[in-house]
């Protein structure tokens, strides 16, 4: 018996190698692309008093970083901001959100989802029009708003080598509550590069 527990101790130890191989990642994960809000924005005609709804996508740009405290759970800080000019008036919208991230790694692919809750902050530029009526060119200061931000949703890093991978895409339902108002018809699409650093 004593022999057998011997036997099994020895036989555990060698086989830590082959757990420390299966459990192997990187420390952190810097993310940086294209990002793509699409947005519903909602106009009323002054003189039929009807609503009418457009969907828009704003362009810009996405950033995140994970730090990895298991092999498929970490920590993500992720920001971003998209611009649009609407009708000559620049629009603007940046978010700074964190949260848990969940990972299912495998050689060639890492799926993930998350949950990130943070901050919106939605703004007005300033500019200038000119008044039918009288002609006086009339300029208006930029202005915005910050409020509640969340995110969830997922995507998908195609591993091009053991420190970069390819993220197509990311993909995100984006709820806010800005002006005392929740906007819940707002996703959010981010293509990019993925630098993983370090190994545990």
């Not at 949950?115 to 009339?138: H, Q, R, W």
Request: no cysteine; net charge positive.
């Amino acid at each position: 018996m004593r022999r057998l527990s011997f036997l099994l101790i020895i036989g555990l130890f060698l086989s830590i190698p082959s757990f420390a191989q299966e459990v192997i990642y990187p420390k952190a994960e810097i993310f940086g692309g294209f990002s793509i809000s699409s947005s519903s924005i909602s106009s009323t005609d002054p003189l039929t008093g009807l609503t009418a709804s457009l969907r828009e996508s704003f362009m810009g740009w996405q950033g995140s970083v994970n730090g990895n405290l298991t092999h498929h759970l970490a920590i993500v800080g992720d920001f971003g901001g998209q611009y649009k000019t609407i009708a000559g008036i620049p629009m603007n919208s940046y978010q700074f959100l964190f949260g848990p991230r969940i990972m299912f790694r495998a050689p060639r692919i890492t799926p993930f989802v998350h949950a990130m809750f943070g901050g919106v902050k939605e703004g007005v530029g300033s500019f200038s029009f000119t008044d039918p009526l009288s002609g006086v060119s009339i300029s208006t200061p930029g202005v915005s708003a910050t409020g509640l931000g969340l995110a969830m949703g997922g995507g998908l890093d195609v591993n091009l080598n053991d420190r970069l991978a390819l993220r197509v895409p990311q993909f995100d339902w984006t709820p806010m509550h800005v002006g005392g108002v929740w906007t819940s018809n707002v996703i959010r699409i981010g293509i990019g590069l993925v630098v993983k650093t370090g190994g545990k």
